[in-house]
Nanobody, 114 residues
Framework: QVQVVESGGGLVQPGESLRLSCAASGSILRMYDMGWYRQAPGGERELVGSISSEGSINYADSVKGRFTISRDNAKNTVYLQMNSLKPEDTAVYYC????????WGQGTQVTVSA
């Protein structure tokens, strides 16, 4: 069974940066189209960005130009670099496959507040 673990969240001020990590045991992430998702309090889970198995990357309009997805195949880890963070980026962030998702991990809390 694949277990996904997200980490790297925290409390930051507007304009600051964070880097989230997504590691998976029991599978090889580069084989799949992977996405970073987030769910704000009271909101629905939304796709923030994705990286395909071929390396194609896409972002939601709300984070384009501020967030960067990357993958380290040697470490079997997908990253989400978040710059110029805004209060509206506050959410629990998750990673998972784009299709045929695994069970959701615990996520990592990102709070952007002055």
């Amino acid at each position: 069974q694949v277990q996904v673990v997200e980490s790297g969240g925290g409390l930051v001020q507007p304009g600051e940066s964070l880097r989230l990590s997504c590691a998976a045991s029991g599978s090889i992430l580069r084989m799949y189209d992977m996405g970073w998702y987030r769910q704000a309090p009271g909101g629905e889970r939304e796709l923030v960005g994705s990286i395909s198995s071929e390396g194609s990357i896409n972002y939601a309009d709300s984070v384009k130009g501020r967030f960067t997805i990357s993958r380290d195949n040697a470490k079997n880890t997908v990253y989400l670099q978040m710059n110029s963070l805004k209060p509206e980026d506050t959410a629990v962030y998750y990673c998972n496959r784009i299709r045929a998702r695994w069970s959701w991990g615990q996520g990592t809390q990102v709070t952007v507040s002055a």
